[in-house]
């Protein structure tokens, strides 16, 4: 029995909170999170929790510390003991091990959860087992009497449990991008969209941490047929669109009127298909999606030259992604160990992040809709902003797009406030018609 969001211990667990990108998050949450937050960091090992507390102090000492919780993620029990205790789970823990088993306890204790997680097949599993269940959980929150107008449960008021999936950098903003054009699209025009095109207007390095090289080893071991079905642009979709043709030219570059030269090179492209198109599933009944629409994204290239080099670099890059041996014993030793990542100055303070997303309007392709993306950071660092404002909007707005009220969702779900949010931390959104 879930207990009463209202009793509840913590606002905010970050699960994982010693990897690399759980430092970040937890450094993010220090700086810009409310100081009065009642929050815990969370992991295996107690010495690194309380260096990492050390560090945060030094990061912001006038707000309340966070609690240190030592916890086995291989312990459904001790997991759900905590998870219980707090109204919002910040997942950042190893998802090929125990993933799955933290999804599970929030699921069961009615307690909200984001993750960062890419992973189709791990997303698909999750979906199908725990969506509708998520839906239905309540967590009771208990209020007077006399402070309610409608009494359902004459002394309880009940939250579905709200799990938001994919919300880092190779999803999250790609998504709140598409759906804001999408929004803008409708707003100005009436029309529904057919496609969103959205193309990576900087070249982002290839940095990877610790956890995320691990990660990889999943994709690897599944096998031919499950990999072919995990490449289904409506592979997660509550409903299935129109077919997706290929947009681009046998050498995979496309020219479009406002983005330019394009190159199907982008290394997330197919992942965060599947996870707009989700959204696409969740909300084109309520929103501009069309029953048309598709999304597709690229790399911005400068000349056909350009496109063909990055096309065969990435084409190398799949190759040594698509053998277990090659991974293993040529790629992997190059990576960071696990708790490690990309040198944390640059992320904060030297990479930089720009993106752009045009919506094109459903039988009228000169009625367009574009909304750009700018971030000063790397992409960990946006994916740590977007674990602790997408959690901050779980925990003090709670209002998702589309009228759901909980489930397996995804970050556009979260609307306008996230939006407002990561604006606030330093994004720049801009949505116009073009």
Partial sequence: MATSKADRQYD???????????????????????TNLKWAIAGRSRSKLESLAKELREINPDRLRPAIEVVSFDSQDELDALVKRTKVCI?????????TMVVKSCVENGTDYIDCDRGSVRAKQWIDTYHEQAKATRAAVSQPLTDLV????QADLFHPAQL?????????????????AVRELTKQ????????????KIDVPIDVSGGSAEDFSDALAHGSQLKMESQDPWYISPMRGAEVVKSSSIIGTRRDAHLGLLVDTALGGVDNRIFIHRTWGLLGGSQGYGPNFRYNEYDTAASTLGAILKVLQVALLNVLLSSQLLYHYVLRPTLPSTGDGPDLTAQKKVHKIGMEAVAIADGDATKRAATSFEFPGGTYYMTAVCMAHGAA???YSRKLEGGHEGGLLTTACLGQDLVDRLSAAGAKFETKMV
Avoid: C, F
């Fill in 393 to 395: 909007s779980l925990l």
């Fill in 12 to 34: 905010i667990v970050l699960l994982g909170a010693t990897g690399y990108t759980g430092r970040l998050t937890a450094s993010v949450i220090a700086e810009q999170l409310p």
């Fill in 150 to 153: 409608v009494l359902p449960r």
């Fill in 189 to 200: 025009t009436s029309l529904k969209t057919s496609e969103v095109i959205l193309t990576n």
């Fill in 91 to 99: 997942s950042l823990v190893l998802y090929l091990k125990v993933g």
């Fill in 164 to 180: 938001i999936l994919g919300a880092g950098y190779w999803i999250g903003p790609h998504d709140l991008m598409v759906w804001t």
